[in-house]
């Protein structure tokens, strides 16, 4: 049985293009065409990242070329030339142990499709993108249904009746449920393995 990618780590690109805070505009523009990205973390020191410049950054130049109006921010940026004058900081990051649902949340939340991945101290370790964590619903029934069984099923004693069923990630749990009040329980226990998409319930009570 393959893992279950519980935590940021395990399916983040580790091999990441970054920038120095002193990285000129021109060569932001080329990473991001070349890397095909739309956003890269700008670091300092040991590899700290201390921002994120993104395309919508670099479009301030473009949509503010030939006016004064607009918010000032967005007139600071049009006339930046280096990436510590663009980027957005501080930085929207995530911890590599942190699980993938956090990181969805994160991304959800403030409206980003891509997150740098940080240790402790905030050294650069990777980069999490919406479709890395989509990697999750790629996981076999077979293994889904071994996580199911051993990690909700298992350690509840009144759930020994319960038979699991795996298809296209719908879970589907039937048979006998000895204490009926542990059915929304272990329907949201189950919910939680990496890869369901959905659960059904078929059980019985006794």
Same mark, same amino acid.
Request: proline fraction near 4%; glycine fraction near 8%.
């Given at each position: 049985?393959?893992?279950?990618?519980?935590?940021?780590?395990?399916?983040?690109?580790?091999?990441?293009?970054? #920038?120095?805070?002193?990285?000129? %505009?021109?060569?932001?523009?080329?990473?991001?065409?070349?890397?095909?990205?739309?956003?890269?973390?700008?670091?300092? *020191?040991e590899g700290r990242v201390i921002g994120v410049v993104?395309?919508?950054?670099?479009?301030?130049?473009?949509? %503010?070329?030939?006016?004064?109006?607009?918010?000032?921010?967005? $007139?600071?940026?049009?006339?930046?030339?280096?990436? *510590?004058?663009?980027?957005?900081?501080?930085?929207?990051?995530?911890?590599a142990d942190a699980p993938v649902s956090e990181a969805? =949340?994160?991304?959800? $939340? $403030?409206?980003?499709?891509?997150?740098?991945?940080?240790? *402790?101290?905030?050294?650069?370790?990777?980069?999490?993108?919406?479709?890395?964590?989509?990697?999750? %619903?790629?996981?076999?029934?077979?293994?889904?249904?071994?996580?199911?069984?051993?990690?909700?099923?298992?350690?509840?004693?009144?759930?020994?009746?319960?038979?699991?069923?795996?298809?296209?990630? #719908? #879970?589907?749990?039937?048979?006998?449920?000895?204490? =009926?009040?542990?059915?929304?329980v272990i329907a949201r226990a189950a919910r939680a #393995?990496? *890869?369901?998409?959905?659960?059904?319930?078929?059980?019985?009570?006794?």
């Amino acid at each position: 049985m393959s893992e279950s990618p519980h935590t940021v780590s395990d399916v983040m690109t580790q091999t990441v293009v970054a #920038v120095g805070s002193e990285a000129p %505009f021109k060569e932001v523009v080329e990473l991001l065409d070349q890397w095909k990205v739309s956003a890269l973390p700008v670091l300092a *020191g040991e590899g700290r990242v201390i921002g994120v410049v993104s395309e919508a950054d670099l479009l301030a130049k473009e949509e %503010f070329r030939d006016t004064d109006e607009g918010a000032s921010e967005h $007139r600071v940026k049009a006339g930046a030339i280096t990436a *510590g004058e663009l980027m957005s900081s501080p930085a929207v990051t995530v911890h590599a142990d942190a699980p993938v649902s956090e990181a969805a =949340r994160i991304m959800a $939340r $403030r409206h980003v499709k891509r997150l740098p991945v940080v240790d *402790g101290v905030g050294v650069l370790q990777g980069v999490v993108s919406r479709a890395d964590l989509l990697k999750v %619903f790629l996981r076999p029934d077979a293994d889904i249904a071994e996580d199911v069984r051993r990690e909700v099923l298992e350690p509840v004693e009144a759930a020994a009746a319960v038979t699991v069923a795996v298809d296209e990630g #719908v #879970v589907t749990l039937g048979g006998t449920l000895a204490d =009926r009040l542990l059915v929304p329980v272990i329907a949201r226990a189950a919910r939680a #393995v990496e *890869g369901v998409v959905d659960v059904r319930l078929e059980l019985a009570g006794r």
